[in-house]
Nanobody
């Protein structure tokens, strides 16, 4: 059973930075893709960034150049560095883990409980 626990959210001024962490339990972390999503008040959850088991990254256009996703397989932890934060980045940020077999079939998907990021203007 894999569980994800996010931390690092908080209140920051516009232009500031935060680093979110996603700690995973279980043995599937290093072979899984890790993603970050966010849900702003009154809006649907949206994808923010992903890092594959091989370390490839991709970002939503809205955060490209400001956010950086990374992972430390030795610590079973993924990170999302948030820089140049804007009021429109206010949301609950969720960590997501997906594991696939060699044929590309998803075997497992796990969500964390979320961590709130608030940006004051």
């Amino acid at each position: 059973q894999v569980q994800l626990v996010e931390s690092g959210g908080g209140l920051v001024q516009a232009g500031g930075s935060l680093r979110l962490s996603c700690a995973a339990s279980g043995s599937r972390f290093s072979t899984s893709a890790l993603g970050w999503y966010r849900q702003a008040p009154g809006k649907q959850r949206e994808w923010v960034a992903v890092i594959t088991s091989g370390g490839r990254t991709n970002y939503a256009d809205s955060v490209k150049g400001r956010f950086t996703i990374s992972r430390d397989n030795a610590k079973n932890t993924a990170y999302l560095q948030l820089n140049s934060l804007k009021p429109e980045d206010i949301a609950v940020y969720y960590c997501n883990l997906k594991t696939y077999n060699s044929g590309g079939v998803r075997l497992l998907e796990v969500w964390g409980q979320g961590t709130l990021v608030t940006v004051s203007s």
